[in-house]
C-alpha cells in the first residue's frame, strides 16, 4: 500500500500520528497521552477529511 497512517511514541513518551506516503511522512499530529487518543484521531481525519474545504491563501 503507497499510503498509511502510523501510530508512534516520540521522545517525549507521548503518543503521535504519522501519515505516509510512499514512504515519505506528509504530517504528522500533536503528541497524546493515550493510544486510544491517537486512533481517535485517526478516526476523526478519515471521517472528516474528505469534506473539508481547501483554503488557498496564495
Known amino acids: 500500500m503507497a499510503h498509511k ?3 508512534y511514541t516520540d521522545k517525549a513518551g507521548e503518543y ?3 501519515f505516509k506516503y510512499n514512504s515519505e511522512v ?3 499530529t ?3 497521552s493515550s493510544k486510544s487518543s ?3 484521531a485517526i478516526d476523526s481525519i478519515k ?3 474528505p469534506s473539508a474545504p ?4 496564495s
Open 47 to 49: 471521517k472528516n477529511g
Open 54 to 57: 481547501v483554503e488557498d491563501n
Open 38 to 40: 491517537a486512533q481517535n
Open 26 to 28: 506528509i504530517f504528522s
Open 16 to 18: 503521535r500520528v504519522r
Open 30 to 32: 500533536e503528541g497524546y
Open 5 to 7: 497512517f502510523e501510530i
